[in-house]
């Protein structure tokens, strides 16, 4: 018999579940319901956690109150119901001469299942009864049954990897080792794409022993160079996607090369402008306000971009309050004093709306040279364009885009639909987009282009005021260049946040609320979140707004807003509550993000527990606008600890990169990474609070081989990395 020529990943992905021994119809089908088709499914699924047979814990050595995996035999069982009518099933096991009792309630079948000399493993918290330790309820994997249909006992004796349990899919976490045991000993070698001189500069394992490494380690000292091996790969493959993409707009592209002059960030504030001055010089000389370094900063950072013919492709991260629509407008005015447009996102119409009347109200007193115009100069010309502007509103709008009629268009993705088109889009700014994946970015790249006549690549920022940690925002926008917002303006005082549970703090926080409206402030009330009901929430805000009125807030002007209603009724309820002839204003999370009144000093948040940690800070982030001493109340109990410990932490910090650190070990990346976690280019076993030093390692290395040579010389990679892109992507990312 021959050598076997190592194999790739791909050749992995074709040798299908059905082919391995033990696999029939059955077995294929409840694979399948797991996601898992083929060999590499397999090969990637990854034990959660192991046993260690070859080190004999004694039973009684188990720490009560802990988790533990126990490999024992069943001795005996015995089926009753307790007085209140339960079914129990107590069953005793040993290993190495030791018992532990099992309680099973409510699992009748369990008598069934585990008669005398059966072999399986319990996972479950150890408890105390009596001296003997027990487990109630515990997960059970069988592993020797009881007609002795034994499978390769050799597998016992060792360290066995524990999977994910499948119950419902009746594959068990044994049955699954078998099938990724045979897997790996039919792939035989594996090719591994990282040259021996790689592997060694970054203290990798090599393909195959990671694999067998994690899947059958002969020593638990094993288990670590394997994970840091597949947990590189899970990196290296993201990270040198989004250098090629990177690599690829960059040499495609042709963008627009704005005027950007560094002096105009130093004007002074309140300076009147002279002849001549630049848009951004005329808009910063207007404020009352001088920028922070960080703006100032960032500022810079943009407007090198904005310059160069390279398109920008910028994140801007900063805090609520940090200053962001100063930087976008600056950032929009460098397109518009060039002639040409520059288009703001928003993530709703709401948003939109309001974006779009601050806009207006930012550059009403600015003018911009127009040689076609009487006088040699004119005013800027903001228009809103959300799904509501309709009929001849939207086609006057549309045709004023073409022929250069408007210079900012305010509105949401229906500024993507086909019908808008621009004369020369310039820029395009993105506001609270980290919901966005990569491939929408790509996507509006395309369309940027696509719908400018003059068919340049406009340049992009996007703005999010949820901050992301580090590793997160390595991974989520790792094609981007980043820019941060890292300081506060001067002034501003910590908003004071207290979570309000006895009824007597409760009371005390509808007090403030009069209080600070009898000063002439106004306040917030935030109706709970109700799951998947746009609808449900807003009648809950109805039902809240009349409670209010008629009780803790009787005599006050109490208002409302919720996603139901009309853009009309929401434009006009926002100006009300502007002006402070709405004092309350009783809201569902449509206000989460971006709205603005600078006079709103307290934040009611009713059942707080509810709402994720980031929600409560951008939510917290609409008072302390100004430099009023602000108030943020949370109310209600949270039932579970993991609400507990949110509301404790947004009662503790301010600062929003903290919390998101925080908000990142709650609740994993898995809602982070959301949108842009596709099929097999998900970070399967990477952790990003605890892998942040591979994460850095994959990065260089991606950034090296693909400023090298594009992986040209690494055919094996691109290979693999077609893997997980499709089609149209891999012609764009890899054409020589
Ligand atoms: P963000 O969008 O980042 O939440 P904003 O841009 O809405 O923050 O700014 C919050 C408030 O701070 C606004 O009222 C804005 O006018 C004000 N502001 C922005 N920059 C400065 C500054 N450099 N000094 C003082 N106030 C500022
Ligand atoms: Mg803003």
């Known amino acids: 018999m021959g050598e076997v020529a190592p194999r790739r990943l791909r050749a992995l992905g074709e040798i299908t579940v059905s082919q391995l021994r033990h696999v029939g119809p059955k077995r294929t089908e409840a694979l399948a319901s797991l996601g898992i088709e083929n060999v590499l499914d397999l090969v990637t699924l990854y034990p959660r956690r192991y046993i260690d047979r070859t080190r004999r814990v004694d039973l009684s050595d188990l720490m009560v109150g802990e988790e533990a995996a126990v490999f024992a035999e069943v001795k005996s069982s015995t089926s009753r119901r307790t007085r209140q009518g339960k079914s129990l099933v107590d069953v005793s096991v040993v290993d190495n001469g030791e018992t532990m009792k099992i309680a099973f309630f409510n699992q009748p079948w369990r008598g069934a299942q585990l008669v005398?000399?059966?072999?399986?493993?319990?996972?479950?918290?150890?408890?105390?009864?009596?001296?003997?330790?027990?487990m109630t309820n515990p997960v059970v994997d069988v592993v020797v049954g009881a007609s002795g249909e034994e499978r390769d006992a050799s597998r016992v004796g060792g360290i066995v990897a524990l999977y994910p349990a499948s119950g419902k899919a009746g594959v068990t976490s044994w049955e699954m080792g078998g099938f990724i045991e045979e897997s790996l000993k039919r792939a035989g070698p594996l090719l591994d794409p990282l040259e021996e001189r790689l592997r060694r500069d970054f203290s990798l394992v090599?393909?195959?022993?990671?694999?067998?490494?994690?899947?059958?380690?002969?020593?638990?000292?094993?288990?670590?160079?394997?994970?840091?091996?597949l947990v590189f790969d899970e990196f290296l493959r993201l990270q040198l996607l989004l250098a090629l993409r990177r690599r690829r707009l960059e040499e495609s592209s042709s963008g627009v090369s704005h005027t950007f002059d560094e002096r105009d960030l130093d004007v002074s504030p309140g300076s009147l402008r002279d002849e001549r001055s630049s848009l951004v010089r005329q808009f910063l000389g207007a404020h009352h306000f001088a920028l922070t370094t960080a703006q100032r900063r960032v500022l810079h950072e943009i407007g090198h971009d904005m310059a160069s013919t390279l398109p920008m492709h910028r994140l801007l991260q900063g805090d609520v309050g940090s200053g962001k629509t100063v930087v976008a407008l600056s950032t929009l005015l460098m397109a518009i004093d060039g002639g040409r447009q520059g288009a703001f996102m928003a993530p709703t119409e709401v948003l939109a709306e309001q974006h779009a009347a601050a806009l207006r109200a930012d550059v009403a007193a600015l003018r911009v040279a127009d040689p076609a115009v009487l006088g040699g100069e004119r005013g800027v010309v903001v228009h809103l364009l959300t799904g509501r502007v309709k009929g001849k509103e939207r086609q006057a709008i549309l045709s004023a885009l073409v022929n250069g009629g408007v210079d900012i268009v305010v509105g949401t993705h229906a500024l993507l639909s086909d019908e808008v088109r621009f004369k020369s889009l310039g820029v395009v700014v993105i506001d609270e987009q980290h919901r966005f994946g990569v491939e929408q970015r790509a996507q509006l790249r395309d369309k940027g282009r696509a719908h400018s006549i003059e068919v340049l690549d406009p340049d992009l920022l996007v703005m999010t005021a949820t901050p992301i940690p580090r590793t997160a925002a390595m991974v989520v926008f790792g094609d981007l260049d980043r820019s941060v917002l890292d300081e506060m303006p001067a002034g501003r005082?910590?908003?004071?946040?207290?979570w309000a549970q006895s009824p007597l703090d409760v009371g005390g926080a509808w007090q403030r609320v009069r209080d600070e409206v009898a000063a002439g402030r106004r306040a917030y009330v935030i109706c709970a979140?109700?799951?998947?009901?746009?609808?449900?929430?807003a009648t809950s805000a109805v039902?809240?707004?009349?409670?209010?009125a008629t009780h803790e807030l009787r005599g006050l002007s109490v208002g409302l807003l919720h996603g139901q209603m009309k853009s009309s009724e929401k434009d006009e309820v926002m100006a009300q509550f502007r002006t402070g002839e709405i004092q309350v204003l009783v809201a569902t999370v449509v206000i989460e993000v971006g709205v603005d009144v600078a006079q709103a000093s307290v934040i009611i948040i009713e059942d707080a527990w509810r709402f994720g940690l980031a929600q409560l800070h951008q939510l917290r982030g609409r008072v302390g606008r100004s430099d009023q001493q602000s108030y943020c109340y949370l109310l209600g109990e949270a039932p579970s600890d993991d609400g507990r410990q949110r509301l404790q932490a947004l009662v503790d910090s301010h600062d929003g990169f903290a919390l998101a650190e925080i908000d990142l070990g709650l609740r994993g990346e898995g809602t982070l990474l959301g949108a842009r976690q596709r099929g097999r280019s998900d970070l399967r076993l990477a952790d990003l609070r605890r892998d942040e030093e591979i994460l850095n390692q994959a990065r260089t290395l991606a950034l090296q081989l693909v400023a090298r040579d594009a992986l040209v010389s690494h055919a094996e990679l691109i290979d693999e990395l077609r893997l997980f892109v499709d089609e149209e992507e891999a012609k764009f990312l890899f054409r020589s």
């Open 116 to 134: 005398a000399g059966v072999q399986a493993i319990f996972f479950g918290k150890v408890s105390d009864f009596r001296g003997v330790r027990q």
């Open 206 to 229: 090599d393909r195959t022993a990671a694999f067998w490494g994690i899947h059958l380690p002969r020593d638990m000292s094993d288990v670590p160079p394997a994970r840091r091996r």
């Open 493 to 498: 005082r910590a908003i004071e946040t207290s």
């Open 529 to 537: 979140l109700v799951e998947d009901s746009e609808r449900i929430e």
């Open 543 to 548: 039902a809240e707004r009349t409670r209010l």
